[in-house]
């Protein structure tokens, strides 16, 4: 079946814009989770969806970044004003439910000029 | 905080078994440890999990210690296309850390 993709799968923008990127879990994945990685690190955790909810979104860094999941399944991750330091790959995961197997999507690479 | 512990790099000769070690000293009962890996520029990519006991798959080997504070995994059969990062982690934190990166030698 299909896995986890996302869209764009490379964003270039320019400082103080808003962007979306978009997130397709898998079929049946009721966890869905954001993360982000910059270059030479790990990912770092944003935020976890369980179904329509966002039932953890410490990672988040400032209010800048918001993300929704309206029907339970596609996300999409909200960036206002964006700054340089916002460059990074963003991605998306999903799972049947908390603290199963994450399935990865590609990422969105993002670049604020 | 990073709940696990990995060397930042680890070099195997291709065709042997590569043991990757993470340390999770304060893992809780209930956490599973999960291990996946990051080819560059792609997601990362489950490998295995477990609790308690060592685990098998096509993939790898996990054994995990009988206190659960370190497992190791193994790739019995280590080749170039296992060169990647290897992230263990523990869950219900979700944090990833730095890895290991392995680089597998021809």
């Known amino acids: 079946g299909a896995g986890v993709s996302q869209t764009p799968s490379n964003k270039v923008t320019e400082k103080g814009k808003y962007v979306e990127l978009r997130c397709d879990p898998i079929?049946?994945?009721?966890?869905l989770y954001w993360y982000r990685q910059s270059l030479g690190q790990g990912p770092e955790f944003l935020i976890y969806?369980?179904?329509?909810?966002?039932?953890?979104d410490s990672g988040l860094p400032n209010d800048r970044f918001f993300a929704v999941r309206p029907e339970g399944s596609v996300s999409t991750l909200k960036i206002q004003r964006t700054e340089r330091g916002d460059s990074a790959v963003y991605l998306c995961?999903?799972?049947?439910?908390?603290?199963?197997?994450?399935?990865f999507g590609p990422g969105t690479r993002l670049l604020v000029l | 905080d990073a709940k696990t512990t990995q060397p930042p790099s680890m070099d195997c000769a291709e065709g042997r078994a590569a043991n990757l070690p993470c340390n999770h000293s304060?893992?809780?009962?209930?956490?599973?440890v999960y291990w996946y890996r990051q080819i560059h520029s792609q997601g990362p990519q489950y490998i295995i999990h477990?609790?308690?006991n060592n685990e098998t798959n096509e993939m790898a080997s996990l054994i995990i210690t009988e206190d659960r504070k370190s497992s190791t995994l193994i790739l019995p059969h280590a080749t170039l296309r296992d060169t990647a990062v290897y992230y263990c982690?523990?869950?219900?934190?979700?944090?990833f850390g730095q890895g290991t990166r392995l680089t597998i030698n021809p």
């Open positions: 995961a999903s799972s049947l439910g908390y603290q199963e197997t994450q399935y």
């Open positions: 079929s049946g994945h009721t966890a």
């Open positions: 969806f369980q179904g329509t909810g966002a039932a953890d």
């Open positions: 304060t893992i809780s009962g209930n956490e599973y």
């Open positions: 477990g609790l308690k």
């Open positions: 982690i523990v869950t219900q934190k979700l944090v």
